[in-house]
């Protein structure tokens, strides 16, 4: 089995900085794409930012030039760097992953992690 760890989330004011990491284990062959998504109350999931393997990026037009996404491969690890935070920025973050497993087969599956709170508020 898969499992993505999230961690770094919390209450911040509006200006200040998180970073939120993500963390893959388990019966990993390779990872594709790692990315954050986002989900604040009644609205659609929707996408922060995500990386390929070889360290493409690309970011939702509202997040460019605040938030960085990187990743270290040797420890299937992503992170979100999210400077100058705004309260429109609240939501629960969830950390995706395009993750290939050997199951009789070669498998690419997403996986999600539980998702961590980010709160902008004076």
């Known amino acids: 089995q898969v499992q993505l760890v999230e961690s770094g989330g919390g209450l911040v004011q509006p200006g200040g900085s998180l970073r939120l990491s993500c963390a893959a284990s388990?019966?990993?062959?390779?990872?594709?794409?790692m990315g954050w998504y986002r989900q604040a109350p009644g609205q659609q999931r929707d996408l922060v930012a995500r990386?390929?393997?070889?360290?493409?990026?690309n970011y939702a037009d509202s997040v460019k030039g605040r938030f960085t996404i990187s990743r270290v491969n040797a420890r299937n690890t992503v992170y979100l760097q999210m400077n100058s935070l705004r309260p429109e920025d609240t939501a629960v973050y969830y950390c995706?992953?395009?993750?290939?497993?050997?199951?009789?087969?070669?498998?690419?599956?997403?996986?999600w992690g539980q998702g961590t709170q980010v709160t902008v508020s004076s």
């Open positions: 995706h992953a395009a993750i290939t497993i050997y199951s009789g087969r070669y498998n690419l599956t997403n996986y």
């Open positions: 388990g019966s990993i062959l390779s990872i594709n794409t």
């Open positions: 990386i390929t393997s070889t360290g493409s990026t």
